[in-house]
Structures are given as structure tokens and as C-alpha cells.
């Protein structure tokens, strides 16, 4: 910007001599063909952080997704515990059973889902192994059990699934 | 863009003629200042998009946030209710409890936090009257009783409370 204006201002009235014109016409092309560049080069830039501003408005939603949902599984956790111990009085028992089915239904509407676990192949990306049990009913490789369901948000993992995995063939023998 | 490229090509070789270089200094200059507003504008319009993403990140977060948290209320209000109606079974009783407690403070950790509302002006901003009593006790205007908790979202409101309010002393001369 700077170039192209000093150009201007410092040739302003010498239009009648064509060594300078000469000058001024390469000047002006030369300050023509740099702000064109630099137009081209803005508007790459500007296409960029369009594009990467509708990528981040999907993560940070999806950020304000699992912010809230996350504390909130600990909860359906504890509240099945309670419903496992079973109860001696079954009116209040089915209060909470209710409560605890639509517990379920609002993690699906805010977006989390369950991971499948038991009888699954065990899968690294969304199960935690915390124990390898050998087996004579259950094949090699597969969950046997969930400690700790995991939960998915969308394609995302929110909570990884804390399993119990039938030894594998191989790990068996190698312990013999 | 185009007047700057046409008026190059079809001017190249020209240059000795003067009143041609006139016209063609004249055009330069003419095309630079155009591409400087153009670049100007542009950068004007890329200053905004970058300070609009930034608002409208924090606004999808709290988007996702409020989708999440949203559904989750009526399950606190069930577990509540439950609660409310009492149990023959104390050890149960005592771990739903707990798990309601759980439950309330992960909604604090989620973003959520309860309006107040018993023994506050009624304020139209987070409450919503669904009766409006006469009292003895109860300053006019004043919330005397909530049906349904209300729900804050940081500065936002996430639910309404339901209310009934002290009627205003000149609602009950009114109908006198």
C-alpha cells in the first residue's frame, strides 16, 4: 500500500515526460499486480476460516455435549447400584425403576448412547480391558462382562466401557 | 479485475506514445485504487466473520450444553417425586438419596444451577405464575410456593420456574 502511494503522490504533474510515464506505467503495474496477490492471498485466508468456523461450531457444540453429559453417568451409575441391591418396598421401587428408564431416554435425547459390551469382540477404541479371564463357554477375544458401561456421543466416545475379556487362545497356552 | 488485466494486454508495447501513456497511467491508477478498496473491504469483512466466530463458539457450547441438560430435568423431578412420597425400605431409600445428591451436583458440574424462587419477588424473567393467591403471611408479588424448579444456564435461563405468587393487595381490592 505504501509503495503504490508514494508512487503516486511523488509523480503527481509529471505526466508529460515519458522517461518518468515510462516509470510511473511499470510503478503502478508492478503496485497493480502486488495488491492483486495480496487480494488473492486475503481471500484464501478468508475462505479458510469460514471453512474451519463451521467445523469448530459442530466441536464446540459437541464440547458443550459432553461437558454436560459426562458428571451426569456416575449418576445412572449409582442409581442402578441402588436398583441392583433390590428393595423391600416395592411401590418406592418402581418410583425409581421409572426414574431410572427415563434417565436412559434423556441421555439418548441429549445425545449419549450405550456401547455395546457383552458378547461383543473386545474393541480398543471404546473398551477398557480391567481383567483377561479364560473360559471354556465363552470364545477367545469376547467381552464377558461390563464393570463400568461406556457411552458414546454421535460417532465420538464419551466414556469407555470397562470390561471384563475372555483370555485369548494363545495367552492361555503361553501361561501353561 | 478484469479492467486491470484488459487494459494491461491491450496497452503493452504502446508506452512511447504519450497521450496513450496518459490514458494508461490514468487506468493504473484508477484499477490500483480500486483493488485497495477492494482489499479493504475484504478485510473488513474478514475482521468480522473472525469476531462473529468467536461469539458464536461460546453460543454453540452452551447450545450443546443446554441440549444435553435439557431432558434431564423431568428425570430429577421424577427421582424428586419419588422422594417426596417416602419408603418403608430405609437402606434403599438412603442410596436413592444419595444418588439424587449425585445427581444435583453433577447438573452444577454440567453448567445447570436451581432459580430461587420460594420467599423472592416474582421476576417474569425466570418464573412463570401458574397461581396467584391471596395471603395473610406473604408480602403481594412475593413467590409463596414452586410447582416445578427452575433451571439457570450460567447467565441464561434453561427452564422456567413454575410459581404461585402472593396476589398483589390491588388484585385483591380489584375484585372486591
Redo the contacts between chains.
Keep these: ?1 505504501r509503495r ?1 502511494d508514494d508512487g ?1 503522490d511523488g509523480l503527481e504533474g509529471d ?2 515526460q ?1 522517461a518518468v ?2 516509470e ?2 511499470e510503478r ?2 508492478r ?2 499486480d502486488d ?2 496477490q ?2 488473492l492471498r ?2 484464501a ?2 475462505e479458510n ?2 471453512r474451519r ?1 463451521s467445523r ?3 466441536a ?13 453417568l ?2 445412572l451409575d ?2 442402578e ?2 436398583l441392583a ?5 416395592p ?3 418402581e ?2 425403576a ?2 431410572h428408564r ?2 436412559v ?3 439418548h ?4 448412547d450405550p456401547v455395546d459390551s457383552v458378547g461383543r469382540p473386545f474393541d480398543p477404541k471404546v473398551h477398557e480391558a480391567v481383567g483377561v479371564v479364560p473360559s471354556k463357554s465363552v470364545e477367545p477375544g469376547i467381552v464377558m462382562r461390563e464393570i463400568q458401561r461406556g457411552w458414546r456421543l454421535g460417532d465420538e466416545l464419551l466414556r469407555p466401557a470397562q470390561v471384563v475379556v475372555a483370555a485369548p487362545q494363545e495367552a492361555s497356552d503361553s501361561w501353561r
Excluded: C
Excluded at 60 to 72: K, V, W
Excluded at 85 to 89: E, I, K, L, P
Design positions: 500500500m503504490a503516486k505526466t508529460s515519458p510515464q515510462d510511473e506505467v503502478l503495474r503496485a497493480l495488491e492483486q495480496r487480494h486475503l481471500r485466508d478468508f476460516i469460514r468456523a469448530e461450531l459442530e464446540a457444540r459437541r464440547d458443550g455435549q459432553r461437558a454436560a453429559l459426562l458428571p451426569l456416575p449418576v449409582s442409581l447400584r441402588a441391591a433390590g428393595s423391600t418396598d411401590d418406592f421401587y418410583g425409581v421409572a426414574t427415563l434417565f431416554n434423556a441421555l435425547e441429549g445425545g449419549a
